[in-house]
């Protein structure tokens, strides 16, 4: 008989019901946590004297042979909470095994279980964006950053950039992402241990203490939001949701660009697979996978919300539903950062199929435009209809603005406009790599830009890095802290 179903339940659940209600299968995620909550609120026991140092010890010893051992809830038991208090009492005895749930609910272990193991993806995930974001970096300041490819609006050629800008843009949507998620640590890393079932416990437990050796920055104070706020929760699935967003809108492009149509990148063997029947297919299945799973953790989000979105305070075994969506936004998000990142630093770029591409596009309409304002004097909007005219008579004959004869496309110009343009002035209006180098205002894709933006973006990294590792400390000297109260707790 299982352990709570003694009292004022007569028999155990059946089967189906049993399976109905129980978070056997992801409890694996937090058993670990549960054992540090169960000794950090032991230690609290023993201090404010609820139960003697000797059953305290014996507790403690007996908790720290489970870790990573419990590994999965049998099916006769409801959750890896029992399945610890069951293992610690098999190990002690009921008459000290059974002091160790004084004072504390499953109610709030759970919800510390969880933060506890949520904080550990935040951190993983975070430590994977800055992977990508290094990535990233590393292509735009190698000699194919500097590269000049069609930049696109509607998915048609629109001005030069470089594939340095290209891959910034992609590091700068990406980052922030990092940015939210590590603005959500706080607000995940808060301790609802001490609020029980809801309204707190009568023996003198310090909250603090209990906290403070769990590795948590503070207090979830009030004990009815303690144990009722998923808000946490939703919070980091919409960041990773709006993370992986971005990353799905990358892998599109990367999917587009690697067409025979386009034909700009190669992609990684290693991220490829063939056809059963077509021998020549080289399909990006790891991209095609990440734009998958993207629509995984928008349904874990929109999955989480509806949970919550009408139950009353405090706890309602709908939240148990929610976390396996936790789970896998998190698991999904990370496997997706590493498989990008090797990606990014794999794949190779044609520059040959990008110039063909670029010189047929008139993507230079916008400067030489530009240029009739400079040089000419003309209304930006005159100067807009003159070129478009220009572009529309071109295209007829099946040729572009790089492509058409100097002298001729002066005439042109002359014919239409009236203004004398040097030879000079329409050579560099017409080339796509004098485009991008004339766009030098600040975050343009001027490749001197590039170099700035890189550089900077480089030393954010280690910003980064030292926030993560600042994180990391703290919880590992919370852990040393604990162990060496457990030690001297235990060794008495």
């Known amino acids: 008989m299982k352990i709570t179903r003694g009292g004022r339940l007569a028999g155990d659940l059946t089967g189906d019901v049993a399976r109905f209600t129980s978070s056997a299968e992801h409890d694996h995620y937090i058993a670990d946590a549960v054992i540090e909550i169960n000794m950090a609120h032991v230690l609290a026991l023993a201090k404010c004297k609820c139960i003697e140092k000797d059953d305290a010890a014996a507790i403690l010893s007996a908790l720290d042979s489970l870790f990573g051992k419990v590994k999965h809830v049998p099916p006769d038991m409801e959750d890896i909470h029992m399945v610890v208090e069951e293992e610690v009492t098999r190990l002690v005895g009921e008459k000290t095994g059974g002091k160790m749930h004084t004072g504390k609910s499953r109610n709030d272990q759970v919800a510390t279980a969880i933060r506890m193991r949520l904080r550990a993806f935040i951190i993983e995930i975070c430590e994977g964006i800055v992977s990508l974001q290094r990535s990233l970096l590393q292509r735009a300041e190698s000699p194919e950053g500097r590269i000049v490819v069609p930049g696109y609006t509607h998915l048609q050629h629109a001005q030069p950039v470089t594939i340095a800008h290209w891959l910034l843009a992609h590091h700068d949507s990406i980052k922030r992402s990092f940015d939210r998620l590590i603005g959500s640590y706080q607000r995940i890393n808060l301790c609802p241990m001490g609020a029980a079932a809801l309204a707190g416990t009568g023996f003198k437990i310090d909250r603090a203490m209990v906290a403070g050796y769990l590795g948590f920055d503070g207090l979830l104070e009030n004990t009815m939001d303690a144990v009722s706020s998923r808000d946490f929760a939703l919070e980091a699935i919409s960041s990773l949701a709006i993370l992986m967003v971005d990353l799905s809108r990358f892998a599109e492009e990367l999917i587009v660009w690697a067409s025979s149509e386009f034909g700009y990148i190669d992609i990684p063997d290693d991220h490829a697979s063939t056809s059963s029947i077509m021998p020549q297919k080289k399909n990006p299945v790891t991209l095609e996978m990440l734009r998958a799973k993207c629509g995984s953790v928008l349904g874990d989000l929109v999955s989480t919300i509806a949970i919550m979105k009408a139950l009353p305070l405090t706890y309602n075994l709908d939240m148990q539903e929610l976390t396996p969506h936790l789970w896998d936004a998190c698991e999904s998000t990370a496997l997706s950062i590493r498989v990008l990142a090797d990606f990014v630093s794999k794949v190779k770029f044609s520059e040959t199929r990008i110039k063909a591409s670029l010189d047929r596009g008139s993507s230079v309409a916008t400067e030489l435009a530009d240029v009739l304002v400079r040089e000419g004097g003309l209304p930006f909007r005159k100067a807009h209809r003159i070129v478009g005219s220009l572009v529309k008579s071109l295209s007829s004959e099946g ?94």
């Open 399 to 492: 040729v572009s603005l790089s492509e058409v004869d100097l002298d001729r496309l002066r005439r042109m110009i002359a014919v239409e406009s009236g203004i004398e343009l040097s030879r000079e002035s329409v050579e560099r209006a017409v080339s796509p790599s004098m485009n991008v180098d004339v766009r030098s205002v600040r975050g343009g894709p001027s490749r001197s830009e590039a170099q700035r933006m890189v550089r900077e973006r480089m030393k954010s990294l280690e910003e980064e890095e030292r926030a993560i590792a600042l994180i990391r400390q703290r919880i590992d000297r919370a852990r040393e802290e604990m162990r060496k109260e457990f030690v001297s707790t235990a060794g008495s």
